[in-house]
């Protein structure tokens, strides 16, 4: 209700701004006089022209107040005169998981917002939480989380231990097809990598500085895939192989690592 109400608000006071600043350039010609008073239907007779600005001027100052201190403001700028304030949204949560739980050797359990891990695969490959972090136990399949959304969203996950090879994976089907942002310590240490039907490619690679404290994050538009290492944007692609994938998570294949504060948010309102 209360967005609502400033949303309004905001509305009202964009067109005060606008009409305003056209009343002070009444001031070269008396021309804009006349169009700013018929603006507010007011008479040319009853509403002299100093009046008008001060009354202008005052809620002017409280529509700049308003826009300036209230969320929607960049938002009423994005859409009235084509800024760009997407980071204003509220991006909605879809898995929040800290691992902030008991200790176990057998089980990641279930994400903060209720989703229960499962792992690709055989079923060989066991996951754990130690220390309100989560780690692969034994094996090479993915851990991951089932959701319905497969566009329009952002999965990020923090490697607070870096193993040698921790990947954050992606639009997964099964332990055959699935996306996999990667951080290696051979070769080169960072790649975009996809598994269709069990043939595996390098799809993009760079070279960097991985180290613990590491923050992945995939941002799936359609089939454009961006990546970013550290909030840094380090892939573009467009690639639509396994679009439909409802499987996201992590692996560790070296064994050692940890994983950290892991998130999928939408990225439309
Ligand atoms: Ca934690």
């Known amino acids: 209700m209360e967005k609502s109400i400033i949303i309004i608000l905001c509305r009202i006071c964009v067109p005060i701004c606008r009409l305003h600043s056209r009343c002070r350039r009444v001031q070269i010609g008396s021309a804009r006089v006349t169009t700013t008073r018929q603006d507010f239907g007011w008479p ?30 960049k938002a009423i700028y994005r859409e009235e005169w084509g800024g760009v304030a997407d ?25 903060d917002t209720g989703q229960v891990w499962g792992v690709a695969g055989t079923g060989t490959s066991v996951f754990g939480i130690l220390l309100g972090q989560a780690y692969e136990v034994s094996g090479t ?41 990667a951080i290696d310590n051979v070769g080169d240490p960072i790649n975009l990598t996809k598994m269709v039907d069990g043939t595996l490619t390098f799809v993009t690679s760079t070279t960097g500085s991985v180290s613990n404290g590491a923050i992945l994050r995939v941002e799936l538009r359609g089939c454009n895939i961006i990546a970013l290492l550290n909030g840094t944007r380090v892939f573009n692609v467009t690639d639509c192989d396994i679009h439909g994938g409802n499987l996201y998570g992590f692996l560790d294949n070296n064994g050692g690592g940890r994983f950290d504060s892991f998130l999928i948010e939408s990225l439309s309102e």
Do not use: M
């Open 44 to 73: 040319l007779d009853t509403f002299p022209l100093q009046t008008c600005k001060l009354w202008l001027q005052i809620l002017r100052v409280l529509a700049l107040c308003l826009l300036v201190f209230s969320n929607c403001g």
């Open 87 to 111: 980071e204003q949204k509220k991006k909605r949560v879809i898995v929040s998981d800290s691992f902030n739980r008991a200790d176990s050797v057998t089980s990641l359990g279930s994400a």
């Open 141 to 181: 399949d993915y851990a991951f989380v089932w959701i319905a959304e497969t566009d329009q969203i952002a999965i990020q996950l923090e490697v607070p231990v870096f193993s040698g090879n921790c990947n954050l994976h992606f639009r997964g089907k099964d332990a055959n097809n699935f996306w996999i942002f």
